[in-house]
C-alpha cells in the first residue's frame, strides 16, 4: 500500500477547466468534514450491498471455493489500486465526482461520457435495491401472515414497497453534502454483519444435507462468472470521490488508510458469506442465500429485514451519485454559468433526486426481472474499477511528465496501460454473459409460448 501511494505522488496539479498543470495549491480546511471511522462506515455502505447473497452461487459457479478465493483476491489488488489512483487524480484535480476526474483527465467527452455512464449504473442499481426490499416484505409477510397477503391492498408489494421507500429512503435523498449518510450508514453495516453471522451460525448448526462441492472449475473459463458477483460486490467507485472530498484532513495518506479498513472489512463479510453459504448447501444454493433457509425461523425473517434495512441505507448513497451525475450534465448542456449554477443549486437539487426517485420506484413496480440488469451492472462497474482510473492515471502521468523521462511515471504509465486493457477485457466477458443469459431467458420464454 505505501508503496502504491509513494508511487502517485506529486507535487502538481491540473485544473478541472483547462486540463493545464498548475502550481500546487494548499488544501482547504474540511475540518468539519468525516472522520476516518465515518469514512470506512461511508466505503463499506457503498461496497458491500446485497450482492453478499449472491456469492455463495458465484462461488458454485466458478468451481469451488478455491477458484472463487484466488480471482477475489487477484480482483481486490486492482479494486484498492483503482481507489488510490482516483483518489490522487482528484487531489490533482480538484475534483468532488468522478466525472470532475475524467473531465480533468479527458475533457468535456469524458465529463459527457462519465456522467452518463454513472447515472445509468445509479439508476439501474437503485431500482434494483428498491426490488430487493420488495422481495424481503413479500417473503416476511409470507411467512408471518400466509399466503393470502398479497390479495390485501395494504400488504400489497407495490404499496409496501412504496411506503416504506417514501417513509425510510426519500427524506435522505436531499442532502447536499454525501457524509451526511455516515450515521445512516453505520446502520446499514451493522445490518449487514447480521446476515453474514447468520449465515455463518446456519453452517455451524449443520442442519442442511448440502449438494455436490466443486473443489475445482469445469472449464478454465468459468473462473470469469465469478467476475460479475465481485466487481458488482466491491463497486464503491462512483462514490468514493464525494466520500474522499468530505474526509477531515484530505490526503492520500489518510484515504489509504480508510480504504484498507473498509476493503479488508468488506473481504472477510464476503468470504464468509461465500464460504459458509456454499459449503451449507453446495450446488443447491440458490441466487439468494436467504431463500435456501426457512422463512419461518424468526433468526432468517430477522435476517430478511436487515437486507431491507442494508438497502434503506444504501439506496441515498447511488442518488446521491446519479443525482450529481445528472446535475453535470445539465448544467454542460445549458450552458449555465457559475452563478446561475451557484443559485439553482438547491432547486435542481431537490428536482432530480425527487424525479430520480419516482422513476426508479416506477420502474421497480413494474419490472418483473434483475438478473440480467445486473450482468449488465456488473459489466458497467468494471468500467469504473478498471477503465475510467486508468484512463485519469495514464493522463495525469503524461501531464506531469510529458517525456516520461522518470522511472516512476513509466511504471505508472504501464499501470494505466494494465488497468485500460483488463478492464475492457473484463466489460467485454461480463457483458457477453449477460447477452447469453438474456438469450436463454428469451429462448425459455419460447419455448413456454409453443
Not at 420488495?134 to 400489497?156: A, N, P, T
Not at 416504506?164 to 453505520?186: A, N
Not at 453471522?197 to 449443520?206: Q, V
Not at 447511488?318 to 445549458?334: N, Y
Amino acid at each position: 500500500m505505501n508503496s502504491i501511494e509513494e508511487s502517485l505522488e506529486d507535487d502538481s496539479k491540473w485544473s478541472i477547466s483547462t486540463g493545464v498543470i498548475e502550481s500546487q495549491q494548499p488544501r482547504a480546511d474540511n475540518s468539519s468534514g468525516s472522520g476516518r471511522l465515518s469514512a470506512i462506515f461511508l466505503v463499506i455502505n457503498a461496497a458491500l450491498g446485497a450482492g453478499l447473497l449472491n456469492f455463495p452461487q458465484a462461488f458454485d459457479q466458478a468451481g469451488g471455493i478455491l477458484a472463487a478465493l484466488t480471482v477475489q483476491a487477484v480482483l481486490i489488488v486492482w479494486i484498492v489500486g483503482a481507489l488510490l489512483i482516483l483518489a490522487h487524480c482528484a487531489d490533482k484535480a480538484g475534483a468532488l465526482t468522478i466525472q470532475d476526474v475524467l473531465q480533468a483527465a479527458c475533457g468535456k467527452t469524458g465529463l459527457i461520457t462519465c456522467s452518463i455512464l454513472v447515472a445509468l449504473y445509479c439508476f439501474g442499481t437503485c431500482v434494483t435495491f428498491l426490488i430487493i426490499i420488495g422481495d424481503q416484505f413479500d417473503r416476511v409477510l409470507l411467512s408471518v401472515w400466509g399466503k393470502g397477503f398479497c390479495h390485501l391492498w395494504y400488504l400489497d408489494r407495490s404499496f409496501t414497497m412504496t411506503m416504506s421507500s417514501v417513509v425510510f429512503i426519500l427524506p435522505l435523498c436531499y442532502s447536499k453534502r454525501i457524509d451526511f449518510l455516515r450515521y445512516v450508514s453505520s446502520v446499514g453495516v451493522v445490518a449487514v454483519l447480521y446476515v453474514v453471522g447468520l449465515i455463518a451460525y446456519k453452517y455451524w448448526l449443520g442442519n442442511f444435507v448440502p449438494g455436490p462441492i466443486k473443489t475445482a472449475p469445469l472449464s478454465w473459463t468459468d473462473i470469469f462468472l465469478v467476475v460479475p458477483a465481485i466487481c458488482f460486490g466491491y463497486q464503491c467507485h462512483v462514490s468514493i470521490i464525494p466520500i474522499y472530498s468530505c474526509l477531515q484532513n484530505r490526503n492520500l495518506h489518510n484515504f489509504s488508510i480508510v480504504c484498507t479498513f473498509a476493503i479488508i472489512f468488506c473481504v472477510a463479510a464476503y468470504t464468509i458469506a461465500g464460504v459458509c453459504g456454499y459449503l451449507t448447501f453446495g450446488s443447491l444454493v440458490t441466487s439468494d442465500i436467504l431463500e435456501s433457509y426457512s422463512g419461518e425461523n424468526p433468526f432468517v425473517l430477522l435476517g430478511i429485514g436487515a437486507i431491507a434495512i442494508k438497502t434503506f441505507t444504501t439506496y441515498p448513497l447511488l442518488l446521491f451519485c446519479g443525482r450529481e451525475a445528472i446535475s453535470t450534465v445539465w448544467c454542460e448542456l445549458f450552458g449555465a454559468s457559475q452563478t446561475e449554477i451557484a443559485l439553482t443549486e438547491f432547486r435542481r437539487r431537490v428536482a432530480i433526486a425527487s424525479f430520480w426517485f419516482l422513476f426508479t420506484l416506477l420502474f421497480a413496480v413494474v419490472s418483473p426481472d434483475i438478473g440480467v440488469v445486473i450482468d449488465v451492472l456488473g459489466s458497467l462497474a468494471a468500467v469504473f474499477i478498471f477503465v475510467f482510473p486508468g484512463l485519469c492515471l495514464l493522463q495525469s502521468t503524461l501531464r506531469s511528465d510529458p517525456g516520461i523521462y522518470l522511472n516512476k511515471h513509466r511504471f505508472l504509465i504501464l499501470a494505466a496501460f494494465a488497468f485500460i486493457v483488463v478492464g475492457t477485457f473484463m466489460f467485454g466477458v461480463v457483458l457477453t454473459q449477460a447477452i447469453e443469459r438474456f438469450a436463454d431467458i428469451s429462448k425459455d420464454a419460447q419455448h413456454l409460448c409453443e
